[in-house]
């Protein structure tokens, strides 16, 4: 059914358009309604737009957008081979002579971070956003440079871990952040707004997340909330949803007990390592926080305790303390009994 029947133009700027948005945007309005992608920012006003109806072929997580306006240069500034797709990947710079001269009344905003003069006229912005070259001048928007981070030595994109999780049927939002861990690892925790009428299950979340994304690209732990924190321009605020990442604790675990001296001693480990209070033997080791990286500190601790060396895939492969364990004694029997 039709939402808005007569709406004519839908226009969305600020965030990253997804092609989810463009789903429901084909979904909820008519067929005499664009939708349109705008890009631009206070310190240069509009840049580009893209036009999208319901014909339009969206076959990227990111929307794309025509950065092209009159009287102003828009490039990539210190451009690098992207990692997948086509073209480089750089950050979004605008030359002109009609742009902000600076910031009012912010000392702290140092304009020669943001600014540099090219003549007595000219200057040149920096926008702090990410773009990625395509085909007949296509941009791809790749959200802002500090959501680009370091997880286990591979860029990450938060953007594009937020597009995948808000293309999943069960997701009406998200925003994804990082933390950094007891061991000083750098996370990444996701705070889901799941769809209407449908109940949270973060084991079958990360295990659809698995079948889209690298390993290191899922997230350690997901918080479900009714809704996200927004700033008073509609954009997610990150920084109240990162006080509470520091200030939550995990939600309660269902725990067994351990059934014999393995078990427990595993437990200890667990607990050790995961940073989590409370472990039964039944509990998952992803949905506990547990990575690649961790588990090879897992392998080494065990290695220590019973001479026994595990591989990384023998404790990804065995999720549980209880799988665990039958795995080391199946293989491993004689270690044991001497242990």
Same mark, same amino acid.
């Given at each position: ?25 084909? #979904? ?9 992608? =705008? ?66 009344? #912010? ?42 981070? =370091? ?20 997701? #009406? ?77 995990? #939600? ?16 200890? @480990? ?44 023998? @404790? ?24």
């Amino acid at each position: 059914d039709e939402s808005l029947p007569h709406l004519r133009l839908l226009h969305l700027g600020g965030e990253p358009v997804t092609k989810r948005d463009v789903e429901l945007y084909k #979904k909820r309005f008519s067929d005499h309604c664009i939708l349109v992608n =705008n890009f631009g920012s206070s310190e240069t006003g509009p840049l580009g737009q893209y036009f999208v109806t319901k014909q339009t072929p969206i076959s990227e997580n990111i929307v794309p957008i025509h950065l092209e306006v009159e009287d102003k240069e828009i490039f990539l500034a210190n451009k690098t081979e992207a990692t997948h797709g086509e073209g480089m990947i750089g950050e979004i710079a605008v030359r002109s002579q009609y742009l902000s001269p600076g910031y009012w009344d #912010k000392s702290d905003q140092d304009p020669a971070r943001r600014f540099t003069e090219d003549g007595d006229t000219i200057r040149t912005f920096f926008t702090g956003d990410l773009g990625l070259e395509g085909c007949d001048g296509v941009i791809l928007y790749k959200g802002r440079k500090d959501h680009q981070v =370091n997880i286990r030595g591979f860029r990450v994109d938060l953007i594009e871990i937020e597009a995948n999780i808000r293309n999943l049927t069960a997701c #009406k939002d998200v925003a994804v952040l990082t933390r950094t861990s007891d061991q000083h690892d750098l996370q990444l925790v996701a705070y889901v707004v799941p769809a209407q009428g449908l109940i949270s299950d973060e084991s079958l979340l990360r295990s659809q997340l698995s079948d889209l994304l690298p390993g290191y690209m899922v997230p350690e732990e997901f918080f479900f909330l009714e809704s996200l924190p927004r700033t008073a321009t509609g954009k997610v605020d990150r920084q109240t949803l990162s006080t509470e990442a520091r200030g939550r604790d995990r #939600k309660p675990i269902e725990c067994m007990a351990p059934q014999n001296d393995l078990e427990e001693e595993l437990i200890k @480990i667990w607990k050790d390592l995961l940073a989590v209070p409370a472990i039964g033997i039944r509990n998952r080791f992803t949905d506990l926080g547990g990575n690649s990286l961790i588990a090879t500190r897992m392998a080494n601790r065990i290695y220590d305790w019973l001479g026994i060396r595990l591989s990384i895939g023998d @404790i990804l492969g065995h999720q549980t303390v209880e799988e665990l364990a039958t795995h080391i004694v199946q293989t491993n029997s004689e270690h044991v009994e001497n242990g």
